[in-house]
């Protein structure tokens, strides 16, 4: 039986086959290979596609498909496929040489990202806001309320990741409306639009140069949305604000432009969503809403007017980066 390779962070599972008579799926782990029968030909589609085979196996296949462990199974590479991404940019990820970085050389609290220990003159966040893109509070005091909201933010965001790693019940935040409804309200966005988040690529620094000019940013979550007959990776930003602002749609733009050379070489779609989590849930008993940002022009916005923008007044001296 051919056998392909799969893309997996883990190096768990190496290669897939496909017997269509049978409906056999061939697996080769990283000791040993094993064969699951009944298996779909359109799962075996889907698991050569994803970026983290393994979590898809495991999610997908495992139990509930009859599997047969092989003894002593010949030899044979696994046939990879053809990798062409577009050059118009360069990402930068933690393996590059980017950091997130949380207090300076003296201990004081701050926020900036380095590449290779050179000082990311902005991130994507500070490029809508110096652009003028990202609505600024009206008053103090919803200056004061953005500012408990980002704690309550930061603290979903955290809860969430630690609920797709499998490192917490959601029972575990019963005690806690604020929290539990939000992130119950996370659980429901990814049954119900059958995402599946990369979990090597959540909350890391990432570095995008785009036509020389370089940003930073931390995506909330990246990975395969949808069933295996109609599959696509998908950034998917969180939020936990009132309102749905209007430069979110750019955001979730400069974030895509991370991916863009990966699902090119996946051959595969590229979507990007806003999930607001809310705190009581909706009439439809969902603890989320879901916005997706469908506009093409959105990256071209983002760096053109707003990336170009800061760049330009960097240049120009009329505004300092990090």
């Not at 029972?171 to 990369?198: E, H, I």
């Not at 995008?208 to 940003?215: D, F, I």
């Not at 991916?259 to 090119?264: D, L, R, V």
Request: hydrophobic share 40%.
């Amino acid at each position: 039986m051919q056998m392909y390779g799969v893309r997996d962070p883990n190096g768990q599972l190496l290669a897939v086959g496909y017997e269509p008579v049978g409906g056999v799926l061939r697996v080769r782990w990283k000791k040993g290979e094993g064969e699951n029968r009944g298996v779909p030909e359109n799962v075996f589609v889907s698991i050569r596609k994803v970026p983290f085979a393994y979590a898809y196996y495991q999610k997908v296949v495992k139990g509930k498909y009859p599997y047969t462990k092989i003894d002593d199974p010949p030899a044979e590479p696994p046939k990879q496929a053809a990798q062409k991404a577009s050059n118009s940019m360069e990402v930068f990820f933690p393996q590059d040489g980017m950091e997130f970085h949380e207090a300076d050389a003296n201990g004081n609290p701050a926020h900036y990202y380095t590449l290779k220990g050179e000082r990311v003159p902005f991130s994507l966040t500070q490029v809508l806001q110096l652009a003028g893109l990202a609505r600024e509070p009206q008053s103090a005091k919803e200056a004061e309320a953005w500012a408990a909201k980002a704690v309550l933010g930061t603290k979903v965001h955290e809860y969430t990741l630690w609920l797709d790693q499998d490192e917490i019940a959601l029972n575990d935040l019963k005690a806690y409306p604020s929290y539990f409804n939000r992130v119950l309200g996370w659980k429901q966005f990814c049954d119900d639009f059958k995402f599946m988040p990369d979990l090597t690529m959540c909350e890391v620094p990432i570095g995008v140069r785009v036509n020389g000019m370089l940003y930073a940013t931390k995506v909330d979550a990246y990975g395969v949305i949808g069933d295996e007959s109609n599959l696509a990776m998908a950034v998917v930003e969180k939020k936990c604000s009132v309102n749905i602002e209007p430069h979110y749609a750019l955001q979730t733009a400069g974030e895509a432009l991370a991916f863009k050379q990966h699902t090119e070489v996946l051959q595969m779609p590229l979507k990007r969503f806003l999930v607001q989590l809310l705190e009581t849930p909706n009439g439809s008993g969902k603890c989320y809403k879901c916005v997706e940002h469908t506009d093409r022009n959105d990256e071209k916005v983002f760096v053109g007017a707003a990336l170009m923008n800061c760049y330009m007044r960097l240049g120009y001296g009329t505004l300092k980066g990090n």
